[in-house]
């Protein structure tokens, strides 16, 4: 089997699972991947975590990212929340 295919690069995670690269290099995963790992149920908890509908349809939205800028960009988001969250439990009578 070609490592190409296409525009995209594979690679076997299982019998039949890939990881690709897609034509700008990141990586992409296939939807029998994302099921295997129960990605659905992984968004499912977040959407009831959310404030807000609008949180919720972002959560619902949510797809792996292999654009490692996508990710830090999301997990300075993520870190900043829990920083904000933890301020104010700290602010928080006892």
Do not use: Y
Request: charged share 20%.
């Amino acid at each position: 089997m070609s490592p190409i295919r296409g525009r995209h690069s594979t690679h076997s995670v299982g019998s039949s699972q890939q990881v690709r690269h897609n034509e700008l290099g990141f990586l992409t995963v296939d939807d029998k991947l994302l099921a295997d790992l129960e990605f659905d149920a992984v968004r499912t908890a977040l959407q009831a975590e959310t404030a807000t509908p609008l949180g919720a349809l972002r959560g619902a939205a949510l797809r792996p990212s292999g654009d490692p800028q996508e990710v830090a960009r999301e997990q300075a988001i993520t870190l900043e929340s829990l920083r904000h969250l933890e301020s104010q439990i700290a602010q928080l009578p006892s």
